[in-house]
């Protein structure tokens, strides 16, 4: 199964290994499912890490921050032709980049925990983390 993860997974994964997006990332870790990037998505969360709050919690600097979103992108699939499928989102622009990731990637599904984002999941394959563990759930475990 191939997945994308919108920015606030990743975040929420990080800083709350036992929850169910830190699950996620321990599947994901286990080769139970893949996730796809995109050189915005890896941008995005190394800049959210950045953020005051993000860095106290974690203690990391731009190095650390840098040094993890590179794993990231080295430990999964990587699309690199996002442009060619733009999708705009109209609610939030800034997140056409996560919307466009998933399209170029031909993914199974976006989770994302972002209300302009889930406004669209009538349209493509978007779910929530519950949704997506009420779904997939044998999968994982």
Do not use: C
Request: zero cysteines; charged letters at 25%.
């Amino acid at each position: 199964m191939r997945i994308v993860l919108d920015t606030n997974i990743w975040i929420s994964g990080l800083l709350l290994p036992n929850s169910k997006a830190g699950l996620l990332l321990e599947a994901w870790r286990a080769g139970k499912i893949d996730i796809i990037t995109s050189a915005s998505i890896l941008s995005e969360i190394q800049k959210v890490l950045l953020y005051p709050k993000i860095s106290k919690r974690t203690g990391w600097d731009e190095s650390k921050a840098k040094e993890y979103t590179s794993l990231i992108g080295i430990f999964t699939e990587n699309v690199h032709n996002i442009e060619e499928h733009w999708v705009q989102v109209e609610r939030d622009p800034k997140d056409s980049h996560i919307l466009s990731t998933f399209m170029a990637s031909k993914a199974d599904f976006l989770v994302t925990g972002d209300t302009d984002l889930l406004e669209l999941k009538e349209k493509y394959t978007i779910l929530t983390l519950n949704e997506f563990f009420e779904k997939e759930y044998r999968v994982l475990f």
